[in-house]
């Protein structure tokens, strides 16, 4: 059974595996410890019998937030793991008093883009040329919650 709780430090071991393998551009380690620590970000992990299988993180800036990355070890993809967190995530930002989420996505992305889709996110940009390895555009989307 999938259980989804909050981010903490020593599971960074098990994070940055499938952060390194999902990613082009992973986030280092130091860069998730300085998140972790601070008082406006949200981070969550998915976790299946004490194996972490995916997780998410938002930054809350002054009734909004940005998630900053959503990623599920490949093994575990098409189990609704990404949703699951998603959901998540806007249950605890909406705590923190968040009203207004935003993320981006790369264009190709088209599982993500469906899923935030589903969860009633909308897309209203782009950002040429943002991602790199490959460059690639982000689609911009807003959900209010």
């Known amino acids: 059974m999938i259980t989804i709780r909050r981010m903490e430090i020593d599971d960074l071991e098990q994070v ?7 990613f082009s551009r992973p986030w280092t380690e130091t860069g998730y410890f300085t998140y ?10 998915a976790e299946e019998e004490q194996k972490i299988c995916g997780y998410c993180g938002a930054l809350l800036i002054s009734g909004e937030s940005e998630v900053t990355n959503v990623s ?12 699951k967190l998603m959901e998540q995530l806007c249950i605890e930002c909406k ?4 009203t207004l989420m935003h993320l981006e996505v790369r264009a190709s992305n088209k599982r993500a883009i469906t899923l935030y889709e589903h969860m009633g996110f909308a897309a209203d940009g782009l950002r040429k040329n943002y991602y790199e390895d490959p460059k690639e555009d982000a689609v911009l989307m807003t959900r209010a919650l």
């Open 95 to 98: 705590k923190e008093g968040v």
């Open 36 to 45: 972790l620590i601070r008082s406006d970000a949200v981070f969550l992990v």
């Open 16 to 22: 940055m595996p499938i952060e390194n393998a999902n």
């Open 72 to 83: 599920v070890e490949k093994s575990f993809w098409g189990q609704g793991i990404g949703k």
